[in-house]
């Protein structure tokens, strides 16, 4: 007969939760390890072409931008298309007014956020 259509596959979810049981044992976090990466700012030396030894970033900005994209999906809300369909006898206007940017953006050190 099998599993009713929307209920829990008990197999998925035992092994979900040993990887869980897996991971908190060796202090595994793999949201955590992805801002890791991200942050990293180490670099090392390779040879170039030439042989010559070149500093180069220890985790690459393709990695580094993959991790952000992932991690990225847990801090916001993904937007879903809508379709609107059907006639309609109401007529709105919408107004956008947008503010330039000020040409000078101050940094951190420049803000006083008062919470001293």
Do not use: C
Not at 16 to 42: E, G, Q, T, V, W
């Amino acid at each position: 007969m099998g599993r009713l259509r929307g209920s829990v596959n008990r197999e998925k979810l035992e092994f979900r939760d040993r990887l869980r049981r897996y991971m908190k044992d060796r202090n595994i976090d793999p949201h955590y390890f992805m801002i890791d990466l991200i942050a990293d700012d180490s670099t090392q030396l390779v040879p170039n072409s030439k042989g010559e030894m070149v500093e180069v970033p220890a985790v690459p900005l393709d990695l580094k931008f993959q991790a952000a994209r992932e991690v990225a999906q847990y801090l916001e809300p993904k937007l879903r298309s809508m379709e609107v369909s059907g006639a309609s006898t109401h007529i709105r206007e919408v107004q956008v007014h947008w503010e330039a940017l000020p040409a000078h953006v101050p940094d951190q050190g420049e803000l006083d956020l008062g919470l001293n």
